[in-house]
């Protein structure tokens, strides 16, 4: 009687390494941005970085010998998923980050698994959040108004600064596209292939809404300074690709689970860039805006959602690759840069 070969479980290292790759790679991207914003138009800026990650994934799917096209029964998601990650998505923390410091912004985009399994919970047929996974969603919330306090409290700073707003607008569409990507039926394209049409579809219409807004007039040699030039370089090759890659090989090698604990690390990993190379501020709000909402995305998480019709079963039960995945962050990202 023979037995069905086990695939060769990966030594320790390499895991080690490759989350080691995502923590740092998605972690970091929110100081690169903010650095970059800062001379180059947003739009501009984050566009033709997703569209070019977009095109060395094709190239490398090329190089493989594999098919570059995809059927068109699975363009139309494809299509929404690329414009609500990454148009919405990526392009409103591009946006909000011109004025908002990266760690408020890294603590913001942390609600995206809170507004996820909302989605799920108010989904015909999809997952049920139980009184546990109601009162991470509640905590979630509520450490969104801690961070948001100073400016709550002062009217004319809250009406003045739409930062917070336009980050949790990224956060809402980012859970909106891996909602519909975990949905989305994939017959035959590989997940190389989804995200390259993802990367150029969002990164192209992006930077079409660029040149509708007149960015390319904002635009001049004094643009290209050596930090704006170095955060579009790292944000494409570590955000978008060392990331992806890093996030796409350690779903098929360990648990769903696990691949998720980058939602709790990435937070602490902007906060301290931030702090450390921006010098920016690291106030009581946003510290305990923080730790509450990372204490509600735990409740939600980790078994506060419960599949309808099926007692016991939750989000963390669940095959890795239907995990949802933000591709890029840069998603997601699932990837999640954004």
């Not at 010098?279 to 730790?291: D, N, V």
């Amino acid at each position: 009687m023979t037995h069905a070969a086990h695939p060769k479980r990966p030594a320790v290292w390499s895991v080690i390494l490759a989350f080691t790759c995502l923590y740092i790679s998605w972690g970091t991207t929110y100081y690169a941005i903010r650095v970059g914003v800062q001379t180059l138009p947003p739009a501009l800026f984050a566009g033709s970085r997703l569209a070019l990650a977009g095109l060395v994934l094709f190239a490398y799917v090329a190089a493989r010998g594999q098919r570059l096209w995809m059927p068109r029964r699975e363009l139309a998601g494809v299509v929404f998923v690329g414009v609500t990650m990454f148009v919405v998505g990526n392009g409103l923390v591009n946006f909000a980050e011109k004025s908002e410091s990266s760690i408020s912004a890294a603590v913001l985009v942390a609600t995206t698994p809170i507004w996820f399994a909302l989605l799920e919970s108010l989904w015909p047929g999809g997952e049920r959040l139980t009184l546990a996974g109601w009162l991470g969603l509640g905590l979630g919330l509520g450490g969104v108004l801690v961070l948001c306090a100073p400016r709550l409290l002062d009217k004319d700073a809250f009406l003045a600064d739409a930062g917070p707003l336009l980050v949790l607008g990224s956060a809402l569409s980012w859970a909106v596209g891996s909602f519909v990507l975990r949905r989305h039926r994939r017959d035959t394209s590989s997940h190389l292939l989804t995200a390259a049409y993802q990367l150029m579809i969002g990164g192209g219409t992006l930077t079409l809404v660029g040149f509708i807004l007149g960015e390319t007039r904002e635009l001049s040699a004094a643009s290209f300074t050596t930090p704006a030039v170095f955060s579009f370089t790292y944000l494409l090759v570590v955000g978008s690709l060392v990331g992806y890659v890093a996030y796409n090989w350690l779903l098929g090698h360990v648990s769903g689970a696990m691949v998720g604990t980058y939602a709790y690390v990435n937070p602490v990993v902007a906060i301290l860039v931030g702090w450390q190379l921006g010098k920016e501020e690291l106030s009581p709000w946003i510290l305990g805006g923080m730790a509450i909402i990372l204490a509600g995305v735990a409740l939600v998480r980790m078994g506060g959602v419960r599949a309808a019709g099926i007692p016991g079963a939750s989000l963390e039960s669940r095959e890795p690759e239907t995990v949802d995945t933000p591709l890029e962050h840069e998603a997601c990202g699932l990837a999640r840069e954004r």
